[in-house]
T-cell receptor, first 113, second 113 residues
Framework: EAGVTQFPSHSVIEKGQTVTLRCDPISGHDNLYWYRRVMGKEIKFLLHFVKESKQDESGMPNNRFLAERTGGTYSTLKVQPAELEDSGVYFC???????????FGSGTRLTVV | GENVEQHPSTLSVQEGDSAVIKCTYSDSASNYFPWYKQELGKRPQLIIDIRSNVGEKKDQRIAVTLNKTAKHFSLHITETQPEDSAVYFCAAPSGAGSYQLTFGKGTKLSVIP
């Protein structure tokens, strides 16, 4: 079984630029989550998709962040325009149902300079 | 929402000794408590989880205990080995029936050979 795949693994962009992160969940997992870990801090929730619908986006920091999951398969997270405080590791995870442990992707390390 | 506190933030043990990491949570309705291990540069991986209908669960050298009255749960690693060195995160659902997990800040465990 293929795991959760994230692309790119690293991204360095200048403040004000746009970056798009991609996540391919485990096939058949309806639930897809985005989390972020800023340097040395906890892993913080951003949002949760059930299939193509946003179930909970309460963790999205502001309207510079836009997540989509077209067709309920892969998801993208776009940051536009990027700010310095957006730097961190962005993790995607997927699960089959409630109470199932997440399977995480390897993350995208975003550095905004 | 849920608040998860994790202690200690760093832990060093001699190889062969035991390690204990503790977490407290605030939402008494929480019913699922996973633990994740993140090795340097890798993805967080689910290592063990416990549900609120049991008080302890073991898997080889790893065990998790849950005290619902006190709202705390702990990870116990016995006979530690250098490959146990990693950052460990506890988590709890952000409310009953929630798919969103709230993570602790992590514990960096170093096992000294």
């Amino acid at each position: 079984e293929a795991g959760v795949t994230q692309f790119p693994s690293h991204s360095v962009i200048e403040k004000g630029q746009t970056v798009t992160l991609r996540c391919d969940p485990i096939s058949g997992h309806d639930n897809l989550y985005w989390y972020r870990r800023v340097m040395g801090k906890e892993i913080k929730f951003l949002l949760h998709f059930v299939k193509e619908s946003k179930q909970d986006e309460s963790g999205m920091p502001n309207n510079r962040f836009l997540a989509e999951r077209t067709g309920g398969t892969y998801s993208t997270l776009k940051v536009q325009p990027a700010e310095l405080e957006d730097s961190g590791v962005y993790f995607c995870a997927s699960s089959q149902g409630l109470g199932d442990g997440y399977t995480f992707g390897s993350g995208t390390r975003l550095t905004v300079v | 929402g849920e608040n998860v506190e994790q202690h200690p933030s760093t832990l060093s043990v001699q190889e062969g000794d035991s390690a204990v990491i503790k977490c407290t949570y605030s939402d008494s309705a929480s019913n699922y408590f996973p633990w994740y291990k993140q090795e340097l540069g890798k993805r967080p991986q689910l290592i063990i989880d416990i549900r609120s209908n049991v008080g302890e669960k073991k898997d080889q050298r790893i065990a998790v205990t849950l005290n619902k009255t006190a709202k705390h749960f702990s990870l116990h690693i016995t006979e530690t080995q250098p490959e146990d060195s990693a950052v460990y995160f506890c988590a709890a659902p952000s409310g009953a029936g929630s798919y969103q997990l709230t993570f602790g800040k992590g514990t960096k465990l170093s096992v000294i050979p």
